[in-house]
């Protein structure tokens, strides 16, 4: 929602960015997460941690189109 209210396409990016940004470190929260969770939740980490590795994707392929659209 933050990305949708951008004043500027150059915004807009930078939002993505921290969008990036914010998943990758849930990643790495879920990753230290499960290291010490019993064992039956670590599968409930693991969907979660694949929900983010989709959005890691979905951020990539939009911040890769808007580099190709929008000069630096």
């Known amino acids: 929602m933050e990305a949708n209210g951008a004043s500027s396409k150059k915004d807009f990016r930078n939002k993505i960015y921290i969008c990036k940004k914010e998943i990758k470190e849930t990643k790495h929260w879920l990753r230290m997460l499960s290291a010490v969770i019993e064992y039956n939740q670590k599968r ?17 392929k939009i911040a890769g189109t808007l580099n190709k659209t929008i000069k630096n």
Request: charged share 20%; net charge negative; no cysteine.
């Open 44 to 60: 409930e980490a693991w969907i979660i941690w694949n929900e983010a590795q989709e959005l890691t994707l979905i951020f990539g």
